[in-house]
């Protein structure tokens, strides 16, 4: 059964660069179609799509976040990660990693438990 | 970016209940609408993904359907591991994006 995991400080200074690892394990990593995204819920509030990537290193972000985002992909460790530079306290939230079922089927059909990053000096 | 709208944004509804949540996109997005249940505290889960096509075991007093603009998830026969919260998300494109949500309370 396919499960991820997300790890990483779950404290950052404004200004500095959060980032976050997904282990991904009993399934497929490096080989089918699956992407693999990035979600995070601030507390009390909704769902924002961050990025998704396959494991070849194509990579979509949202534009809202413009070039703070960084998605990438270590297949020998069967694990992607995200950079998010310059953070401020509105990047607190909790981040999921998930797997997107495809390219063309863009929905999350797995998900890791969320990790809480909070942003404060 | 194509936004989706869903109402109500929180529903009081008493167990054995029917009821509807809608998602409307901003521009056609065809089929491609899916919903999501979380609970507290847990990540989303996948109920529905192409606007009606269930993923896994989702019980059956679930039903979805719409295209285009308009779309809709009813719960009959409301059940108490039914309460939380709702999402719809469109991928129509590569811009992904969430609803923002529908609290279902217990009445």
């Known amino acids: 059964q396919l499960q991820l995991q997300e790890s990483g400080p779950g404290l950052v200074k404004p200004s500095e660069t959060l980032s976050l690892t997904c282990a991904v394990s009993g399934g497929s990593f490096s080989s089918g179609t699956s992407y693999w995204g990035w979600i995070r819920q601030p507390p009390g509030k909704g769902l924002e799509w961050i990025g998704s990537l396959h494991h070849s290193g194509s990579t979509y972000n949202t534009p809202s976040l413009k070039s703070r985002v960084t998605i990438f992909v270590d297949t020998s460790k069967n694990l992607f990660s995200l950079n998010l530079t310059s953070v401020t306290a509105a990047d607190t939230a909790v981040y999921f990693c998930?797997?997107?079922?495809?390219?063309?089927?863009?929905?999350?059909?797995?998900w890791g438990q969320g990790t809480l990053v909070i942003v404060s000096s | 970016d194509i936004q989706v709208t869903q109402s109500p944004s929180s529903l009081s509804a008493s167990v054995g209940d029917r009821v509807t949540i809608t998602c409307r996109a901003s521009q056609h997005i065809a089929n491609y609408l899916n919903w999501y249940q979380q609970k507290p505290g847990k990540a989303p889960k996948l109920l529905i993904f192409?606007?009606?096509r269930f993923y896994g075991a989702v019980p059956s007093r679930f039903s979805a359907t719409g295209s285009g603009t308009d779309f809709t998830l009813t719960i009959t026969n409301l059940h108490p591991e039914d309460f939380a919260t709702y999402y719809c998300q469109q991928s129509f494109n590569t811009l992904l994006t969430f609803g923002q949500g529908t609290r279902l309370e217990i009445k």
């Open positions: 998930a797997r997107q079922h495809s390219a063309y089927d863009r929905f999350f059909d797995s």
């Open positions: 192409a606007s009606s």
